[in-house]
Structures are given as structure tokens and as C-alpha cells.
């Protein structure tokens, strides 16, 4: 019974290393802050496309979805402080 119980953790110890060594977890990393910042832009353009005409409603949109996504992002394990800098300042030149 011991020798089963050794047998299927070392496989699925052997299991887990394999997938993390292959590299996809990287990549699906890469993806996702990808995806993430493609949302907001999209988000973004969208909120604002009714006030084309209309600048200083456009500026308080950006403005309250910039504050909203600076939090969110703060709160985002796939980003680090700099990273997120850089993608509010990507949005706010949109």
C-alpha cells in the first residue's frame, strides 16, 4: 500500500514539474497581460465612443476609468508597479 501511495506522488510530482518546465505557464502569462490590456483599451474606446462631439465628457470618463483601472491593476498579480504605470499611461493616450 505504501509503495501505491509513493508511486502516485512521484508521478504526479514528475506530472507538475513537467508542465512547468515546458514553458506554458510563461507564455499564458504573457497572454493574459495581454488580454488584460487589449479589455481595457476596448472598454475604454467603447465608454467613450457615444461623446465624440463632447471632449470634456470624454476627459471624465477616461478620467474615472483611469482611477478605476489604476486600482485594479494595483490589485493584479500578473503586474508589478511599473508595469501598470505603463498601461495607464497607454490608456490615458487613447
Do not use: H
Not at 52 to 80: A, G, H, P, T, W
Amino acid at each position: 500500500m505504501e509503495v501505491i501511495v509513493f508511486l502516485l506522488t512521484a508521478l504526479t510530482a514528475g506530472a507538475l514539474f513537467y508542465k512547468r518546465k515546458d514553458g506554458s505557464s510563461i507564455r499564458s502569462t504573457v497572454l493574459k497581460k495581454e488580454d488584460i490590456i487589449k479589455n481595457y483599451e476596448d472598454e475604454l474606446k467603447e465608454m467613450m465612443s457615444p461623446y465624440e462631439d463632447d471632449k470634456k465628457m470624454q476627459i471624465k470618463i477616461k478620467k474615472e476609468y483611469l482611477q478605476k483601472c489604476n486600482s485594479e491593476l494595483s490589485r493584479n498579480v500578473f503586474f508589478d508597479e511599473d508595469e501598470a504605470k505603463e498601461v495607464i499611461e497607454k490608456l490615458s493616450q487613447l
